[in-house]
């Protein structure tokens, strides 16, 4: 009984590279968010997807972060030319429902941006 | 606002004592209020969660106490352990929403022997 994957764990990218973070959702869950948690402070909303559809992205930045869920495969949290202000932990969370209000967290990947 | 505030920012309790983490919100809309344990370099866990309906609810040695007309929660971990030590969030949801969890700044535990 697989829980939330995401991969990778850790990912380092110098200024100005590309991140592709991954996650794969609990089995029978359809729903993903992400979420960015920054030293020492709490979990910030970023994304809300269904299969190929983004709900809520009212937490994303609005330049060089998108997301996506596609009808097969992993949700993927792409963020273009980095800064070193993107060095955080991004988790996902999945629920298996629309109005399910319990989310399961992955284990996070750690980006570090050099 | 959106905001959920919580306190202590950390916490030392002796075994076997009781751990208290209150959180405070502002949106009326919210009706889901979880707690999540995270340990050092793994994603949070959902431990507990209260709907505003009901004014405590207890599973083993956690119980949420909710306050809905002072728009306050709180967790209470009854006869702690070290194992207890972690970082704990308090969230709240808007049912309709999206149920995008709105999260606290966290609590760092520390039980000490």
């Known amino acids: 009984n697989a829980g939330v994957m995401q991969n990778p764990r850790h990912l380092v990218r110098r200024r100005g590279q590309e991140a592709r973070l991954r996650c794969s959702p609990m089995k029978g869950h359809s729903h993903v968010y992400w979420y960015r948690q920054l030293p020492e402070e709490g979990l910030k909303f970023m994304v809300y997807?269904?299969?190929?559809?983004?709900?809520?992205e009212s937490g994303m930045p609005k330049e060089r972060f998108s997301a996506e869920f596609p009808k097969e495969g992993p949700s993927i949290l792409r963020i273009q030319q980095v800064v070193r202000g993107d060095s955080a932990a991004y988790f996902c969370?999945?629920?298996?429902?629309?109005?399910?209000?319990?989310?399961?967290f992955g284990p996070g990947t750690r980006l570090t941006v050099t | 606002q959106q905001q959920v505030k919580q306190s202590p920012q950390s916490l030392i309790v002796q075994k076997g004592g009781i751990s208290i983490i209150n959180c405070a919100y502002e949106?009326?809309?919210?009706?889901?209020f979880p707690w999540y344990q995270q340990f050092p370099g793994k994603g949070p866990a959902l431990l507990i969660a209260?709907?505003?309906?009901?004014s405590e609810k207890k599973e083993g040695r956690f119980t949420i106490s909710f306050n809905k007309s002072a728009k306050q929660f709180s967790l209470h971990i009854m006869d702690s352990q070290p194992g207890d030590s972690a970082t704990y969030f308090c969230?709240?949801?808007?049912?309709?929403?999206?149920?995008?969890?709105?999260f606290g700044t966290g609590t760092q535990l520390k039980v000490e022997l």
């Open positions: 209260i709907r505003p309906d009901v």
């Open positions: 949106n009326t809309a919210f009706d889901y």
């Open positions: 997807l269904q299969k190929e559809n983004i709900i809520d």
């Open positions: 969370a999945s629920s298996s429902k629309r109005e399910s209000y319990e989310q399961y």
């Open positions: 969230a709240a949801s808007r049912g309709g929403g999206g149920n995008k969890l709105t």
